[in-house]
Nanobody
Framework: VQLQAFGGGLVQAGGSLRLSCATSGIVFGNYAMGWYRQAPGKQRELVAGLTSGGSTKYPDSVKGRFTISRDKAKNTLYLQMNSLKPEDTAVYYC?????????WGQGTLVTVSS
């Protein structure tokens, strides 16, 4: 099983980025997927979740700005991030889970300058 996150970078406050997470080795549509982030000195936190049935959830801190989506044909998960703020600066990780199995991507750094 492999999850590869990419698309991070440096962006000015107010800008946008789209992260991608390419997966292999799993039946993509059978897994709950998520994007997490970890800022320096802070715990990893969920920023967007997507159930296998297609339901989404977001914490208040990103609601209305971030959108999680998937392309089953490409086995790829996305995170569209708009109106980025300096406090969104973190390493972003994609995650896939089903039952007792959980897999993580390697992380991609997002830096938002003020």
């Amino acid at each position: 099983v492999q999850l590869q996150a990419f698309g991070g970078g440096l962006v000015q406050a107010g800008g946008s980025l789209r992260l991608s997470c390419a997966t292999s080795g799993i039946v993509f549509g059978n897994y709950a997927m998520g994007w997490y982030r970890q800022a320096p000195g802070k715990q990893r936190e969920l920023v967007a979740g997507l159930t296998s049935g297609g339901s989404t959830k977001y914490p208040d801190s990103v609601k209305g700005r971030f959108t999680i989506s998937r392309d089953k044909a490409k086995n790829t998960l996305y995170l569209q991030m708009n109106s980025l703020k300096p406090e969104d600066t973190a390493v972003y990780y994609c995650n896939a889970k089903r039952g007792g199995f959980k897999y993580w991507g390697q992380g991609t750094l997002v830096t938002v300058s003020s």
